[in-house]
């Protein structure tokens, strides 16, 4: 994995569309300026009509430092890597890449080990042994659901607009814990909820899944936005627990800088990153 030496500047960036939205940029410069690293980070927009271009924009900010992948490029991202990891292979997706020691395009998904993080510190929750819910089976979802299976999950079922894409994702990791989720399944009493579609980036969006008739459990949104997101506020108002994607979006940055830098990410940079994204969030 690459590190960051010697005085040219870095550059690091995200690749999406649409991309205005994130707070990535805010929290990795708070990180650079606590490492004492000249290095910029950047949004940049890559049309979602135009996925062949996703390639050659990993590979000029990989030639800088490296970068990350947002909706709806990370399955595009996955198939332009040279080296991937076991967890990209799995998910089908990649949020982070960079260039390794041998110059080729090398790329993980950290969103997997973000969530799982996030699982492992929500209170109340305990993911061993849980049953959960993750609506959407994008990359997202996929990302999600491996999340809950390599936590210890019992059961993991999905709920898609499209059954086909549930089929696939059920084929692809062929768990037995692992499940579609039918008109019947949204009674039950679910440990958890994972919302992963995009479902939520603007407020005029719908709800992703009403959770009144489910008892109160937790909730985790996977996207964020200033002062929360509706589907959030809807959770809490129901009499559950919930968590939006800001947390996510802290462990799986915390994880994309050790894959660029090559070591451990010490807890005062972690600390200037969570602050950084808290004033950003509350703009």
């Known amino acids: 994995m690459s590190a960051l030496s010697g005085e040219r500047k870095r550059r690091f960036g995200l690749i999406g569309d649409p991309v205005q939205h994130s707070l990535s940029p805010a929290m990795h410069q708070a990180a650079f300026r606590e490492l004492g690293v000249e290095a910029s980070y ?4 890559v049309p979602a009509r135009t996925p062949d271009a ?15 992948v947002t909706l709806p490029h990370k399955r595009r991202a996955a198939e332009a890597l040279e080296v991937a990891t076991e967890v990209v292979g799995r998910t089908g997706a990649c949020n982070c890449f960079w260039l390794d020691a041998a110059g080729r395009l090398a790329g993980d998904n950290t969103d997997v080990g973000g969530i799982r993080a996030v699982l492992e510190s929500l209170d109340g929750f305990d993911p ?5 819910l993750v609506v959407g089976a994008g990359g997202a979802g996929t990302a999600a659901v491996v999340a809950a299976l390599d936590g210890g999950a019992s059961r993991v079922h999905v ?25 019947e399944t949204g009674v039950e009493d679910w440990d958890l909820v994972i919302q ?5 980036l603007f407020e005029e969006d719908s709800l992703p899944v009403p959770l009144r008739e489910m008892a109160p459990a937790h909730a985790l949104d996977l996207v964020y936005r200033p002062g929360g997101t509706a589907w959030c506020r809807h959770a809490r108002a129901s009499g559950w627990t919930a968590e939006d994607g800001l947390r996510v979006l802290l462990e799986q940055g915390v994880l994309s800088l050790e894959r660029w ?23």
């Open 128 to 132: 061993v042994g849980s049953h959960v």
């Open 42 to 45: 950047e949004l940049v927009r």
């Open 54 to 68: 996703v390639e050659s924009a990993m590979f000029e900010l990989a030639a800088g430092g490296g970068g990350n």
């Open 196 to 200: 992963a579609t995009s479902l939520g």
């Open 159 to 183: 709920r898609n607009r499209t059954g086909e894409r549930v089929s696939r994702l059920i084929s692809s990791l062929g768990d037995p814990r692992l499940g579609e989720a039918d008109g």
């Open 261 to 283: 830098l090559g070591f451990p990410i010490a807890p005062p940079v972690r600390v200037a990153m969570e602050r950084a994204l808290v004033r950003a969030a509350a703009r």
